[in-house]
């Protein structure tokens, strides 16, 4: 059985389906307190470059990830000098970097931002976060 190149088999070397949720929106949008508006804004974001090279025209999540990227950073570095005030930078910073996330995952916070601003970006991560 060969690879797609997507991480899915084909049968007799054809390429098979990609599997996405039926409603992506439906499964993301209350774990993280969030009413997807534009749906397909959010599949753009849970799309990989890999998806797009092989689907030329279809757009992929790394400017939303870059987005998201910056929010997640405020979000993150915020709670942090909430939770340790007295702590110096040099202690933080290092706490910070750990809490990367994946580029999809980057990329629906900044679909949550855009869609509705600061607050519920930090509400999404904040349903994520285990702090």
């Known amino acids: 059985m060969e690879l797609d190149g997507r991480g899915s088999s084909g ?3 054809t390429p098979a389906a ?4 039926p409603d992506p929106a439906g499964v993301l949008g209350p774990r993280l307190g969030h009413t997807f508006r534009d749906p397909e804004l ?4 849970l799309t990989h470059r890999s998806f797009t090279n092989e689907n030329p025209g279809a757009p992929d999540n790394e400017r939303l990830a870059l987005l998201g990227d910056a929010v997640l950073a405020l979000v993150v570095a915020e709670r942090l000098l909430a939770a340790a005030p007295e702590e110096p930078v040099g202690m933080l910073t290092p706490r910070r970097e750990e809490s990367v996330l994946a580029t999809a995952l980057e990329a629906v916070v900044g679909v949550i931002y855009l869609e ?3 607050a519920a970006a930090r509400g999404a991560v904040a349903r994520l ?3």
């Not at 990609?18 to 949720?21: D, Q």
């Not at 959010?42 to 974001?45: E, G, K, N, T, V």
Request: net charge positive; no cysteine.
């Open 116 to 118: 509705a601003g600061l």
């Open 11 to 13: 049968v007799n070397g």
């Open 129 to 131: 976060a285990v702090w």
């Open 18 to 21: 990609l599997t996405v949720a």
């Open 42 to 45: 959010l599949r753009q974001a």
